[in-house]
């Protein structure tokens, strides 16, 4: 197992490596004033959707009530998306980074979602349908309702009320995430464009310097 993890960290720095140096011009997908550049889903559509997002001081602000999720009003394919993050105050609770959306359901979509509930930041969710190669169910088993496919590694999250940085890498649907730096996940996905989110879910949250670098 460890020489197979040596092997997964390797390939994730050579990957990390050959997309620097085709990397574009970096876009902001937060300009630190407004949401602009996003649109919103609320569960039920019970409340206005800028009582649940919102920006304050720079940031965004994520209420984590009721259920729903932001989104890029463009599809993305092939790129490397930075997302630094923490619980505003001090208390773990749950959200995550929807990645190649397909489907715009709510409160869910279809898609794959970047954990970062506190403890698990970096395992894959499969939201709505979506799918990953590396996901096995077990015989015989019903498929649960959100599979996961777990992270390789310990947690590398901070203490809560300090930031956190994701770097997650796409190329031709294929997923591969840091979480301040240290290698957690790779998931490869037949969907190779979609949307990029974030999420709502339980408790406060806070997001800055959202940024996306694509590549060829």
């Known amino acids: 197992m460890k020489r197979k993890l040596a092997i997964l960290g390797i ?48 940031l965004i602000q994520i209420a984590g009530q009721p259920f729903g999720y932001m989104y890029t009003k ?45 403890g698990d930041a970096g395992d894959f969710v499969l939201l709505g349908g979506s799918d990953l190669a590396e996901y096995q169910n077990k015989p015989g088993q019903p498929r649960p309702a959100f599979p996961v496919v777990k992270k390789h590694t310990q947690s590398s999250e901070v203490k809560a009320g300090e930031w956190n940085e994701a770097n ?32 709502s879910e339980g408790g406060p949250i806070q997001f800055r310097n959202v940024t996306l670098t694509p590549w060829e």
């Not at 980074?97 to 898609?111: H, M, Q, R, T, V």
């Open 11 to 58: 390939a994730g720095i050579s990957l990390m490596g050959s997309l620097t140096v085709q990397a574009q011009k970096t876009e902001k997908l937060f300009n630190g004033k407004n949401l602009s550049n996003w649109e919103f889903i609320v569960d039920k559509n019970s409340t206005p959707a800028e009582q649940v997002f919102s920006v304050k001081d720079g």
């Open 74 to 118: 463009q599809k993305y394919s092939n790129y490397k998306l930075h997302v630094e993050w923490r619980w505003p105050d001090g208390k773990e609770a749950n959200s995550g980074i929807f990645l190649l959306i397909e489907d715009l359901k709510s409160p869910f979509p279809n898609g794959i979602e970047c954990q970062l509930h506190a």
């Open 168 to 199: 997650i890498f796409v190329k031709d649907g294929v997923i591969t995430v840091y979480v301040n730096g240290v290698y957690q996940n790779t998931g490869t996905n037949k969907v190779k464009e979609g949307h990029i989110g974030l999420q």
